[in-house]
T-cell receptor, first 112, second 113 residues
Framework: DGGITQSPKYLFRKEGQNVTLSCEQNLNHDAMYWYRQDPGQGLRLIYYSQIVNDFQKGDIAEGYSVSREKKESFPLTVTSAQKNPTAFYLC???????????FGDGTRLSIL | DQQVKQNSPSLSVQEGRISILNCDYTNSMFDYFLWYKKYPAEGPTFLISISSIKDKNEDGRFTVFLNKSAKHLSLHIVPSQPGDSAVYFCAASAATGANNLFFGTGTRLTVIP
C-alpha cells in the first residue's frame, strides 16, 4: 500500500561523521519535505523539493544537504557542520493542488 | 520567533466530553490552517484543515473554528474517545498548499476512560 518510508527508525553516529537519512514515497507526490523536531518544539522546515532536480532551503538548512534525483526519493544528509544534529527527523510529501502534507514515521538521530 | 503558538502543553478530558485545543498565530498573512495528530514514535497524521474564507469546518467528531480578527483557531473533539489521546499540532501557511508550514509546539491530549 502507498506511503512514505523513512529508514532507519533509529540511527547512531559518531560526532564529526556525515549521515544520510532515507525517505521514499510511492504516492506519486510531486513535493517532498524534511522537518526537524526537538523536544518541546514544533516541526521546523529544513529543505523542500517541488520537482525532481530542484530543491529549496527551509528555515534551518545550515549543516544539511539534500538531493532529488528521483521523484520517489528525497534523502537528507546531516553533515558534520550541523552543530546540534541529535533530533527527530520527519519527511513529508504532498501532491499538487490544495492538499495537506503527509508524513513518514520519522528517524531519530543520536550523535554519540 | 514562534509564529504559531499552542500555549497549553497538555489537556486531560473525560471520555465522552468535549476536548478543545487552542492555537494562536501572529502572522496576518497566514490563510490556511491545519491540525495534525501524532502518536509516539510515529509521524503526524493530517486531521482537518480550514482556509481563511471560512470560520468553521467540520469532519465527523472534529470541528475547527477560525477567528481571524483574534488570530485564533481551535479544534473541538466531540465526543472525546480514549483513542484520541495523542499530541495535536496546529500548523499554518500563507497560501493553501504552500511549502512553508509553520507548526505550533503541540498539545498532549489525554482522554480518561
Amino acid at each position: 500500500d502507498g506511503g512514505i518510508t523513512q529508514s532507519p527508525k533509529y540511527l547512531f553516529r559518531k560526532e564529526g561523521q556525515n549521515v544520510t537519512l532515507s525517505c521514499e514515497q510511492n504516492l506519486n507526490h510531486d513535493a517532498m519535505y524534511w522537518y526537524r523536531q526537538d523536544p518541546g518544539q514544533g516541526l521546523r522546515l529544513i529543505y523542500y523539493s517541488q520537482i525532481v532536480n530542484d530543491f529549496q532551503k527551509g528555515d534551518i538548512a545550515e549543516g544539511y544537504s539534500v538531493s532529488r534525483e528521483k521523484k520517489e526519493s528525497f534523502p537528507l544528509t546531516v553533515t558534520s557542520a550541523q552543530k546540534n544534529p541529535t533530533a527527530f527527523y520527519l519527511c513529508a510529501s504532498r501532491p499538487q493542488g490544495n492538499q495537506p502534507q503527509h508524513f513518514g514515521d520519522g528517524t531519530r538521530l543520536s550523535i554519540l | 520567533d514562534q509564529q504559531v503558538k499552542q500555549n497549553s502543553p497538555s489537556l486531560s478530558v473525560q471520555e465522552g466530553r468535549i476536548s478543545i485545543l487552542n492555537c494562536d498565530y501572529t502572522n496576518s498573512m497566514f490563510d490556511y490552517f491545519l491540525w495534525y495528530k501524532k502518536y509516539p514514535a510515529e509521524g503526524p497524521t493530517f486531521l482537518i484543515s480550514i482556509s481563511s474564507i471560512k470560520d468553521k469546518n467540520e469532519d465527523g467528531r472534529f470541528t475547527v473554528f477560525l477567528n481571524k480578527s483574534a488570530k485564533h483557531l481551535s479544534l473541538h473533539i466531540v465526543p472525546s474517545q480514549p483513542g484520541d489521546s495523542a499530541v495535536y499540532f496546529c500548523a499554518a501557511s500563507a497560501a493553501t498548499g504552500a511549502n512553508n508550514l509553520f507548526f505550533g509546539t503541540g498539545t498532549r491530549l489525554t482522554v480518561i476512560p
